[in-house]
């Protein structure tokens, strides 16, 4: 057993492979676990202990907290954690979350999120003002992390309008300020998936994924005679996601756009970028990678790399996923006792 530090995440997104990168460090486990998963969890040995709960967000009462606390609980913060709640029940949580809970609000919050790529130097797509603005293709994306649903493509104001009155019609958004408008960017989808550890100021490229979205990647398997005549907004909900490699002379590039976020993170929102994070983007005709969306804590696309990932490989001479590397973060900092650097 490492410590006595209980390593601790919500029963979703990349879960399995938190806990599993946690016993495979020495550490104890518990799973905060909606009733209706437990059969699921308790399938799997690496998991010590289950917390059950009706809904996620009894996290934030006071019986949940104080069996975390008593565990000695780090909390590891995931996509589910985001959207389940908002950022400040997230930042009013006093059982110690790993990384930088204050960051998460940057991610939530589509305005923070642009100045973060923007003094980060990232060469983002334009976002618009208005619907008055359209020209060419831009995507209505939702705020907060919506996982891609009720997202669509539009080219004209009218076009917009039209689908925006479908979906407020549907229930799924209010009105315009629902709405945050982007400039499409063309290109092959990569998710970036970094470490980086504060501990000795260093930067790690871990993997990358692409991500399988319903209904949009299904769109290429029906004719464009049919496509016509559906009526229907396709959407961009993730299902799942797929190993990449990229060209090796991209990797340079990549480091310094992961140094770069890193460098602004730590300028902008005290302490920094600490742990997991992922840049979110397309490689044009000249594999120059255009960033929309970033993730300021681990992403589910690592989830393909639990024994380690093509790049993880250059720099462990073991299977090292990205929970696992999480697990190792806490294990050195406790030794060195420098836990609270790596915890918010
Ligand atoms: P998540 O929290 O799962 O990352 P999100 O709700 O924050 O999702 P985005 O990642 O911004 O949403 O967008 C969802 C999907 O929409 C992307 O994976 C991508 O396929 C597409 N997308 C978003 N912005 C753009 C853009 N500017 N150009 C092209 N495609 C985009």
Same mark, same amino acid.
Request: net charge neutral; aromatic share 10%.
């Given at each position: ?23 495979? %460090?020495?550490?104890?486990? /518990?799973? $905060? ?15 010590? #202990? ?10 934030? *009462? ?31 949580? #006093? ?13 939530? #919050?589509? &305005?923070?999120? %642009?100045? /973060? ?15 008055? +603005? ?24 009218? +076009?917009? %309008?039209?689908?925006? #009155? ?42 990358? +994924? ?10 290429? =398997? ?16 993730? $299902? ?7 060209? *090796?002379?991209?990797?340079? %590039? ?25 840049? *979110?983007?397309?490689?044009? *005709? ?16 690592? &989830?393909?790399? $639990? ?30 006792? =420098? ?6």
């Amino acid at each position: 057993m490492c410590g006595m530090t209980t390593i601790s995440t919500l029963g979703s997104h990349c879960a399995l492979q938190v806990l599993k990168g946690a016993k495979d %460090e020495g550490f104890d486990t /518990l799973l $905060v676990c909606e009733k209706k998963r437990e059969r699921l969890y308790r399938r799997f040995s690496f998991i010590d #202990d289950l917390v059950l709960v009706d809904s996620f967000k009894e996290i934030l *009462e006071p019986k949940t907290r104080s069996r975390l606390k008593e565990r000695q609980a780090v909390i590891i913060p995931h996509g589910t954690l985001i959207s389940q709640m908002d950022s400040s029940q997230i930042e009013s949580l #006093d059982v110690p979350i790993f990384g930088n809970k204050w960051i998460l609000r940057w991610e939530s #919050d589509r &305005n923070m999120k %642009e100045k /973060l790529m923007v003094e980060s130097s990232l060469h983002i797509p334009r976002s618009l003002a208005s619907p008055s +603005d359209i020209v060419g293709l831009v995507i209505a994306k939702r705020h907060g992390a919506a996982g891609g649903k009720g997202y669509f493509l539009a080219t004209s104001k009218s +076009d917009y %309008e039209e689908k925006r #009155d479908k979906l407020i019609v549907q229930g799924i958004i209010k009105g315009d300020a629902d709405l945050y408008l982007q400039e499409y960017a063309f290109g092959v989808s990569a998710y970036l998936q970094y470490f980086y550890s504060p501990l000795d100021d260093k930067l790690e490229f871990f993997g990358v +994924d692409r991500r399988y979205e319903s209904d949009i990647d299904g769109l290429g =398997r029906i004719p464009s005679k049919e496509q016509i005549g559906i009526d229907k907004i396709p959407s961009f909900n993730v $299902v799942g996601n797929s190993p990449l490699v990229l060209r *090796e002379s991209l990797l340079d %590039e990549v480091y310094s756009m992961g140094e770069r976020f890193v460098e602004a993170a730590r300028r902008l929102v005290s302490p920094g970028m600490n742990g997991p994070f992922c840049l *979110e983007g397309v490689y044009d *005709e000249n594999a120059k990678f255009t960033t929309f969306e970033f993730s300021s804590r681990i992403v589910a696309g690592t &989830n393909l790399y $639990v024994e380690g990932s093509p790049y993880s490989a250059f720099l462990y001479n073991e299977p090292m996923s990205m929970g696992r590397r999480i697990a190792r973060e806490i294990k050195n900092a406790e030794k060195e006792g =420098r836990l609270q650097q790596v915890v918010t």
